[in-house]
């Protein structure tokens, strides 16, 4: 069991939030989209990215962020953004910590940039044209760093 949150904030693209739920069920990751969503949960293309895992998915909706942070008191806070100014392979993992990560076209919302300043990671990227990675993507990279460092034994 790797005993993390996943947060998606203001979520756009529902096939994102459909791999990204597919992925939590298969880390046994719980998932946290914050309102607006940019789609209704019923959305087709949600469904198909889950594919049948759809209803499997440890599946909070919080309508704001100060909700989610009053119902699950994470124990620390890692902020992916292109923003950030360490890398994502600088943290160090704990038991129910929360990856966050802002939407599509946006990213997090602008405050967060400086209220959440010291927090704020990014995943390297040597790459000279590309501005960012696909939400989903993203997703699974932290999110497989987190699993590599709190299950050192592999599993077979």
Known sequence: MLPLHIVLVRPEIPHNTGAIGRLCVGLDCTL??????????DAPHLKRA????????????????????AQVKPPHLFFLSTRGEKSLYSCTFSPNDALIFGNESAGLPEPFYEYYRHDL?????????????????AVSIAAYEAFRQLNPQPLL
């Open 32 to 41: 946290h989209l914050i309102r607006p969503l940019g789609f209704h949960l």
């Open 50 to 69: 889950g594919m049948d895992y759809w209803e499997h998915v440890k599946l909070t909706i919080h309508d704001s962020w100060e909700d989610f942070l």
């Open 121 to 137: 990671f990014k995943i390297p990227m040597p790459g000279e044209y590309a501005r960012s990675i696909n939400l989903a993507n």
